[in-house]
């Protein structure tokens, strides 16, 4: 099992729906939670991060935690044709420092 | 906001020779930094943890001996791949790190002929 895990997708989500994207993990021990989006030949940009359970909202962006579920997951509202990318959600201890473990990523596509 | 850069952005080089690549946090001290790996169309890999005025910390399969980690100062750590083979042609990332995340720098590709 990986210790973080997501559907490598693609994704194919229509100008202006709503893109949800899921990832699920294994260590319990994780405390915080983050989503970047990569585009091709890209360096990771951050989303969003989450550290306690419930939502969290940032301009179209809102990321829900659910630890009891080791579920974190990322939607996109108003997806954009700019949003087509890989998004990685990646889990970090923080006993560890900031050292993150990435799941595979999933390749969103936004279709105008 | 947190900025990272790192050099070179791209490097062409023969099959043995070594290769150094900077990772500099450029508006805020890191004592911590990280290497990451990512091969074509796979997630960015863990390789090591550089910690200022210390030895790295390496992951499991990561060969110290083959990638030299030097983090001399809280804002330049250097990552430098020996007798580089076609194998180890990948894009380098570095994070650096900063309270509750990390600053990604742009990354470097590496391709080794």
């Known amino acids: 099992q990986k210790e973080v895990e997501q559907n490598s997708g693609p994704l194919s989500v229509p100008e202006g729906a709503i893109a949800s994207l899921n990832c699920t993990y294994s260590d319990r021990g994780s405390q915080s939670f983050f989503w970047y989006r990569q585009y091709s030949g890209k360096s990771p940009e951050l989303i969003m991060s989450?550290?306690?359970?419930g939502d969290k909202e940032d301009g179209r962006f809102t990321a829900q935690l659910n630890k009891a579920s080791q579920y974190v997951s990322l939607l996109i509202r108003d997806s954009q044709p700019s949003d087509s990318a890989t998004y990685l959600c990646a889990v970090n201890r923080f006993t560890a420092g900031n050292k993150l473990t990435f799941g595979g990523g999933t390749r969103v596509l936004v279709k105008p | 906001g947190a900025v990272v850069s790192q050099h070179p952005s791209w490097v062409i080089c023969k099959s043995g020779t070594s290769v150094k690549i900077e990772c500099r946090s450029l508006?805020?001290?890191?004592?911590?930094m990280f290497w990451y790996r990512q091969f074509p169309k796979q997630s960015l890999m863990l390789m090591a943890t550089?910690?200022?005025?210390?030895?790295?910390?390496?992951e499991q399969g990561v060969e110290k001996d083959k990638f030299l980690i030097n983090h001399a100062s809280l804002t330049l750590s250097t990552l430098t791949v020996t007798s580089a083979h076609p194998e180890d042609s990948s894009f380098y990332i570095c994070?650096?790190?900063?309270?509750?995340?990390?600053?990604f720098g742009p990354g470097t590709r590496l391709l080794v002929l």
């Open positions: 989450i550290y306690s359970n």
């Open positions: 994070s650096a790190d900063r309270d509750l995340d990390s600053a």
């Open positions: 508006d805020f001290q890191a004592t911590t």
């Open positions: 550089s910690n200022e005025g210390s030895k790295a910390t390496y």
